[in-house]
T-cell receptor, first 116, second 115 residues
Framework: EPEVTQTPSHQVTQMGQEVILRCVPISNHLYFYWYRQILGQKVEFLVSFYNNEISEKSEIFDDQFSVERPDGSNFTLKIRSTKLEDSAMYFC??????????????FGEGSRLTVL | AQKVTQAQTEISVVEKEDVTLDCVYETRDTTYYLFWYKQPPSGELVFLIRRNSFDEQNEISGRYSWNFQKSTSSFNFTITASQVVDSAVYFCALSETFTGNQFYFGTGTSLTVIP
């Protein structure tokens, strides 16, 4: 069964360092997303990506964050200068079409980021 | 304002008991989707069900059942004869047509099934 895969599963970094989280979406999917879950809290939308550009982003997704699809398969989230409050589980997701048509996002297993 | 409210933060039940997880949503959209996801201790999000706003028929899948009532803006989830493996955090989520791809998650209900 096709699935969304994420690497690394867990990353520990020092405050101020750059971090790149990687995702391989399901191959025939066109829309890609990043969500974040701070420990014990709800899952929050960060950004959606379609046709090599950001289609929507939340207030959380500030200038410290960027996304790209460098090679047609990977979908990356970069945090330029990590802060303590960036510590969270980051989920990648993909869908065949826009959420309102397919109704289902396929989530990866998450990448846990710990900023010290 | 919260678009999805899960008022129950934590629930504990004894194995084989039935348990209902509540979800109340708020939207002005006429076309929307509702979801339930399970998050086990390992942390991944496991899709359980999707419901669109035009389909109010209740659904049963094994020990799981869902009660969607537009009149009360609720989409409740019942586990019958709970098992220890059901212990997890359960999230209700809403996807609205006019906001496109964003999923609005509730704060989750942590279910503990005691053997």
């Amino acid at each position: 069964e096709p699935e969304v895969t994420q690497t690394p599963s867990h990353q520990v970094t020092q405050m101020g360092q750059e971090v790149i989280l990687r995702c391989v979406p399901i191959s025939n999917h066109l829309y890609f997303y990043w969500y974040r879950q701070i420990l014990g809290q709800k899952v929050e939308f960060l950004v959606s990506f379609y046709n090599n550009e950001i289609s929507e982003k939340s207030e959380i997704f500030d200038d410290q964050f960027s996304v790209e699809r460098p090679d047609g398969s990977n979908f990356t989230l970069k945090i330029r200068s990590t802060k303590l409050e960036d510590s969270a589980m980051y989920f990648c997701a993909s869908s065949e079409g826009r959420g309102r048509y397919t109704g289902e996002l396929f989530f990866g297993e998450g990448s846990r980021l710990t900023v010290l | 304002a919260q678009k999805v409210t899960q008022a129950q933060t934590e629930i504990s039940v004894v194995e084989k008991e039935d348990v209902t997880l509540d979800c109340v949503y708020e939207t002005r959209d006429t076309t929307y989707y509702l979801f339930w996801y399970k998050q086990p201790p390992s942390g991944e999000l496991v899709f359980l069900i999707r419901r669109n706003s035009f389909d109010e028929q209740n659904e049963i899948s094994g020990r799981y059942s869902w009660n969607f009532q537009k009149s009360t803006s609720s989409f409740n989830f019942t586990i019958t004869a709970s098992q220890v493996v059901d212990s997890a955090v359960y999230f209700c989520a809403l996807s609205e047509t006019f906001t496109g791809n964003q999923f609005y998650f509730g704060t989750g209900t942590s279910l503990t099934v005691i053997p």
